[in-house]
């Protein structure tokens, strides 16, 4: 192989090991939420939706990736009058050395709603609206001075 072939390599190399390096690691959400009302990836697009850069940027900044993760809840459902009852918690917990999140909320943020006669599609929908509320109070508290 060509000494200029060789750099032409080694400077592919050197470009996709520093773009690799350059995207910064991603904070472990883990969600635990009622199946009725949310999936593991309407969550994380919640999570995601909620967080610009130079916010990300400062939450990095305070709470390192390596020692924080983030946890979410939706619970709730029908009660017999046919009330859809939504309660959505967002989390900041601390990581083991092993790198699992540990159950012991630093900040949370919960919201609340109640609406009569609602239909399963619409309760969905609240409960994505109350984690998302739920999500902007907690990041807002980390950033906020």
């Not at 994380?44 to 979410?72: C, E, H, M, N, T």
């Not at 929908?125 to 950033?143: F, G, M, N, R, Y």
Request: charged share 15%; proline share 6%.
């Amino acid at each position: 192989m060509s000494t200029p072939i060789r750099l032409a390599h080694g400077a592919a190399l050197l470009l996709a090991g520093s773009a690799a390096a350059a995207a910064p690691a991603p904070y472990v959400v883990f969600d635990h939420s009622s199946a009725a009302l949310m999936s593991p990836a309407e969550a994380a697009a919640i999570w995601k939706a909620q967080i610009d850069d130079r916010q990300r940027a400062r939450v990095r900044k305070l709470y390192p990736v390596s020692k924080w993760g983030f946890v979410s809840q939706v619970e709730g459902g029908f009660t017999a009058d046919k009330t859809c009852v939504v309660t959505a918690r967002a989390m900041m917990v601390p990581r083991s050395l092993g790198g699992r999140l540990v159950f012991a909320p630093k900040e949370s943020a919960t919201t609340f709603a109640a609406q009569p006669g609602a239909a399963a599609a619409q309760c969905r929908a609240i409960a994505s609206e109350k984690l998302a509320e739920a999500v902007h109070a907690l990041l807002t508290t980390l950033i906020t001075p």
